[in-house]
């Protein structure tokens, strides 16, 4: 996390590991996304397209600093199929 980065200053100074534990499982969710849409040949604009997302709000996701629902993974997880299944399909001119 970037040293000046609020969460990390609070983590800081009130030493809670649940904080601490929640936002590197965040951190790691939102590097995973970031490695499959890589992987995929896809990008942040392929995904907030499918999710109906502001590109604004992926890019906030993916800086590992957003809270993710079970309900939100869940989202990604079925957008990340729909990309694999576009990017496989031949595209037609």
Known sequence: MEENDFVSIWLEETGNPAIEKLAQLN???????TKVL?????????LASILDINPDEIKRWLTGRHVFSIKTINEIVIAMAEITQRKQQPEFQ
């Open 27 to 33: 951190l790691e969710v939102a590097n995973k996304i």
């Open 38 to 46: 890589a992987e995929k040949g896809a990008t942040e604009n392929d």
